[in-house]
């Protein structure tokens, strides 16, 4: 029979109920009491050292205030120090401060419109609220539902970790002894929960994930059921947090996109746009020993406040860097995802994520297993799609080469032993990689021969991943099989929307040093970097060629049985042939200017359209 893990210097077994703390040295645990550190006063130690550490590397290490603290106007009144994340002045400050609202950045569809398709044609990089839950395929308890329900079907020995907003520390508490503060009318703490994964538990028979979320993501459609990794569960969360509870910036884990239904009470989300100055600055803000006297929203140009009511659901997506307020008792649903378009910036934040030294438990789990995953689903499914001379969305093209591109990193010699616990059995790393690699350059080149043959950019159908072959149970994303032809003036409006997807902001690399300085927490923000990124928001040129020409030559567009796109069959007369040979005869160096400035996989519709080519 193994024996029971000891701690401190009293040697005894690990009890919730008393506060611990890490030794930075021996990385050995401490009962507070043993070693005479309260815990009230634990976060205003940086680097602790055990008494046994002490002998050889000194006292412990404080934190540091930066500048003149009798000058600092931000000061604390009653305590002379800066304003602290999570105080009862800082959340006074943060409910009085004006931010610029979430309406000018967030879409609004209703729930039955909410669809790989429409996430696809809006790209999916700007949050979307839900006003209400019809019609997203949710299923969720009714409003009278409360905490204490939440016990019964999660067990009231369920240990949960939570924070204690105040000092915006991490606790051990049992789910009946939180259920008994939550209820109390006196709480003489701020606590908070945000990470109670229940999937294996009865509460997961009563909530369902919204259908998009479940269409979408990897881990539902593309996890073996035979892997020998765990799966990894953060599909469904439950959150409860009291008045004036925050949570304070950060990324979700692996980039992950997340979802939030309000059931009872209201949030409100401090939403950041993931530029490469804000990620830059981010990293930087995360890694600083004062991070909690520096509210992060003064720290960018541009912070947006996006309240979250009663029975609203809120999608966030890839790499957003938000804060959360609760202003009164509230109890929410959610859940993390990773998906298919937005492949790189999910790696990104990993890469972030390992830079800045994350724990494991605030990690994804498995993040590169799954990785692995689905690069072998995309090999597999560019594959199929190839002998069929079809093309695969642009963005899944971009998000293999970014795969790709960290397969690579992980498996260099000198980087694999960190690497090689998480690669799963069944996949030759070489092999996939150098197949993976061919295969996105098979693509690229029929697509380029296309346009040589045909001499425009329309000569070939690009296909939706349904039906290709592949080992998983569902491709992702999973296209409809509605068979009903576009419009002309859909498609050309879908040339003028493919201007949103981008390599330069669809590739992880190394964020730069900022050059804007520190402020103290609600400060006036900062001198403004220059940032050269493409905004996941900022429009692109359209192809005017295509806007243009297709319109005034009145481009037939025609379905392979000779039916157009009003359903008539007809014949391409003397003019229209005239007219398509003129079209062949575009100068390569213009296509390849118009290529440059969008992406062309983007232009068909869920039909395979085919340009008539008969011949003279």
């Known amino acids: 029979m193994a024996s029971v893990p000891v701690y401190c210097l009293c040697r005894l077994p690990y009890d919730v109920t008393r506060f611990m703390i890490e030794c930075d040295v021996c990385q050995d645990w401490f009962h507070g009491s043993c070693v005479g550190v309260e815990e009230e006063k634990a976060s205003e130690i940086d680097l602790y050292h055990c008494p046994n550490c002490q002998i050889t590397h000194g006292p412990s290490v404080m934190k540091r205030r930066r500048g003149n603290l009798k000058q600092d106007p931000h000061l604390s009144k009653d305590l002379g120090k800066p304003v602290q994340t999570g105080s009862a002045s800082f959340i006074k400050e ?38 209400k839950k019809d019609g997203l395929g949710m299923t969720l308890p009714a409003p009278t539902f409360t905490v204490s329900d939440v016990e019964y079907y999660v067990g009231p020995e369920k240990e949960i970790d939570v924070i204690d907003v105040t000092r915006q520390a991490d606790l051990k508490m049992k789910l009946k002894d939180f259920v008994k503060y939550y209820n109390s009318p006196k709480r003489e ?151 298919s378009l937005n492949i790189a910036i999910q790696l990104r934040a990993y890469e972030i994520e390992k830079r800045l030294s994350t724990a494991d438990l605030f990690k994804f789990p498995n993040f590169e297993t799954i990785c692995w995953y689905v690069g072998k689903h995309l090999l597999d499914t560019f594959r199929g799609l190839r002998e069929n001379r079809r093309q695969p969305a642009s963005y899944l093209l971009h998000g293999a080469k970014a795969l790709n591109t960290a397969f690579r990193g992980w498996t260099k010699k000198e980087a694999l032993m960190d690497h090689e616990e998480e690669i799963p059995e069944t996949i030759i790393t070489s092999q996939l990689i150098k197949d993976l690699d061919r295969e996105i350059r098979l693509m690229e080149d029929i697509f380029h021969q296309n346009i040589e043959k045909t001499g425009n950019l329309m000569g070939l159908t690009r296909s939706p991943l349904t039906g290709t072959p592949s080992s998983s149970k569902a491709a992702l994303p999973v296209k409809g099989t509605n068979k009903k032809g576009v419009r002309a003036n859909q498609l050309i409006k879908k040339v003028g929307r493919k201007g949103r997807e981008t390599d330069a902001d669809m590739s992880p690399e190394q964020p730069g040093t900022p050059t804007g300085q520190h402020h103290k927490k609600f400060g006036s923000s900062g001198k403004e970097m220059e940032d050269t990124s493409l905004d996941p928001l900022e429009e692109k040129p359209d192809v005017g060629l295509l806007d243009g020409d297709m319109a005034d030559s009145k481009f037939r567009l025609m379905m392979a049985n000779g039916t157009n796109l009003s359903g008539k069959k007809e014949r391409v007369g003397a003019g229209g042939r005239r007219q398509a040979a003129a079209n062949r005869h575009i100068k390569k160096e213009q296509l390849q200017a118009d290529l440059s400035s969008g992406d062309p996989f983007l232009l068909d519709s869920e039909d395979d359209l085919q340009i008539d080519e008969t011949p003279r």
């Open 94 to 131: 943060l409910k009085s401060r004006n931010f610029p609202s979430a309406e000018e950045i967030i879409l609004k569809p209703q729930g039955a419109q909410l669809t790989v398709e429409y996430l696809e044609e809006n790209s999916f990089s700007v949050p979307i609220l839900v006003l």
């Open 189 to 339: 703490k701020v606590l908070n929960v945000i990470s109670l994964e229940f999937s294996e538990t009865r509460l997961t028979n009563l909530v369902e994930t919204p259908k998009i979320v479940r269409k979408l993501s990897w881990v539902e459609n593309l996890w073996p059921e035979q892997s020998v990794f765990e799966r990894p569960n953060v599909q469904k969360y439950c959150l409860m947090g009291v008045k004036d509870s925050y949570t304070d910036f950060h990324i979700d884990f692996g980039g992950t996109s997340v979802w939030y239904h309000v059931l009872k009470g209201e949030k409100i989300f401090y939403l950041i746009q993931p530029t490469k100055t804000n990620l830059a600055l981010f990293e930087c803000w995360s890694s600083s020993s004062n991070q909690n006297e520096m509210f992060f929203g003064d720290q960018v140009d541009k912070c947006y406040r996006c309240p979250v009511k009663q029975g609203q659901t809120l999608f966030i997506p890839t790499g957003w860097i938000h804060s959360v307020l609760t202003p009164v008792d509230c109890l929410a649903f959610g859940g993390n995802f990773l998906h």
